[in-house]
Protein backbone atom coordinates (compact mmCIF):
# COMPACT_ATOMS: atom_id res chain seq x y z
CA UNK A 1 0.00 0.00 0.00
CA UNK A 2 1.58 3.01 -0.84
CA UNK A 3 -0.63 6.69 -0.98
CA UNK A 4 2.29 8.81 -2.70
CA UNK A 5 0.44 10.84 -5.67
CA UNK A 6 3.73 10.85 -7.92
CA UNK A 7 3.37 6.69 -7.90
CA UNK A 8 0.40 7.37 -10.17
CA UNK A 9 3.09 7.85 -12.86
CA UNK A 10 4.12 4.31 -12.77
CA UNK A 11 0.87 2.54 -13.47
CA UNK A 12 1.97 1.67 -17.02
CA UNK A 13 4.43 -0.14 -15.71
CA UNK A 14 3.16 -1.98 -12.67
CA UNK A 15 0.37 -2.86 -15.53
CA UNK A 16 3.32 -4.39 -17.82
CA UNK A 17 4.57 -6.72 -15.13
CA UNK A 18 1.45 -7.37 -13.31
CA UNK A 19 -1.04 -7.53 -16.00
CA UNK A 20 -3.96 -8.69 -13.72
CA UNK A 21 -3.17 -6.38 -10.59
CA UNK A 22 -5.82 -4.59 -9.30
CA UNK A 23 -5.43 -0.95 -8.23
CA UNK A 24 -7.73 0.74 -6.15
CA UNK A 25 -7.91 5.08 -6.60
CA UNK A 26 -9.15 6.83 -3.86
CA UNK A 27 -10.09 10.62 -4.22
CA UNK A 28 -9.65 12.30 -0.47
CA UNK A 29 -12.24 15.73 0.16
CA UNK A 30 -9.35 18.17 -1.02
CA UNK A 31 -9.72 20.47 2.06
CA UNK A 32 -8.99 17.51 4.25
CA UNK A 33 -5.66 17.22 2.16
CA UNK A 34 -4.74 20.80 2.20
CA UNK A 35 -5.28 20.99 5.75
CA UNK A 36 -3.62 18.12 6.62
CA UNK A 37 -0.38 19.07 4.83
CA UNK A 38 -0.84 22.42 6.60
CA UNK A 39 -1.10 20.56 9.94
CA UNK A 40 2.41 18.89 9.25
CA UNK A 41 5.76 19.80 7.78
CA UNK A 42 6.43 18.54 3.98
CA UNK A 43 8.90 19.52 1.74
CA UNK A 44 7.47 20.96 -1.22
CA UNK A 45 7.96 17.76 -4.48
CA UNK A 46 7.14 17.72 -7.91
CA UNK A 47 3.72 16.54 -6.48
CA UNK A 48 3.25 19.57 -5.03
CA UNK A 49 4.96 21.92 -6.74
CA UNK A 50 2.16 24.73 -6.67
CA UNK A 51 0.79 24.28 -3.31
CA UNK A 52 1.82 26.68 -1.53
CA UNK A 53 0.14 29.16 -4.46
CA UNK A 54 -3.53 28.07 -3.20
Known sequence: VDKLPL???QLGAVHR????????????????CCLSCYM???VPN????NFLDL
Open 7 to 9: NLL
Open 17 to 32: LFPRAKVVFVVRDPRD
Open 40 to 42: RAF
Open 46 to 49: QAMV
